[in-house]
């Protein structure tokens, strides 16, 4: 199971840390991601870390603001957000494949099909 926390409402270029924490025996050895979907909107990826944390992906909205980490033995994945948009809001979600460690390329970790499992969400708003 994963549980997301963290959200809240904060202002325009303030920063938020998302927290994703993980139980059973997998996590160390899933790949990790986080998406978001906005009101009436599509789920958008956001961000995927591989299993060891060595390697990450951004999508183009958030690259140079938003940082993917990891700590495999706390069982938690992070989302620090920084210079923060009102186009930010949205409910973020976290994800795991927890058949695989590695994230690929952009088109593969991008794929929400490729996350068999998923945390429940939290509101992010920012407000101009």
């Known amino acids: 199971q994963l549980q997301a926390s963290g959200g809240g409402l904060v202002q325009a270029g303030g920063s938020l840390r998302l927290s994703c924490a993980a139980s059973?025996?997998?996590?160390?050895?899933?790949?990790m991601g986080w998406f978001r979907q906005a009101p009436g909107k599509e789920r958008d990826f956001v961000a995927a870390?591989?299993?060891?944390?060595?390697?990450?992906i951004y999508a183009d909205s958030v690259k140079g603001r938003f940082t993917i980490s990891r700590d495999n033995a706390k069982n938690t994945v992070y989302l620090q957000m920084n210079s923060l948009k009102p186009e930010d809001t949205a409910v973020y979600y976290c994800?795991?494949?927890?058949?695989?460690?590695?994230?690929?390329?952009?088109?593969?970790?991008?794929?929400?099909?490729?996350?068999?499992?998923w945390g429940q969400g939290t509101q992010v708003t920012v407000s101009s």
């Open positions: 059973g025996r997998t996590f160390s050895s899933s790949a």
């Open positions: 994800a795991a494949q927890r058949q695989s460690g590695v994230i690929g390329t952009y088109s593969y970790a991008s794929r929400a099909a490729r996350y068999d499992s």
């Open positions: 870390i591989n299993w060891s944390g060595g390697s990450t």
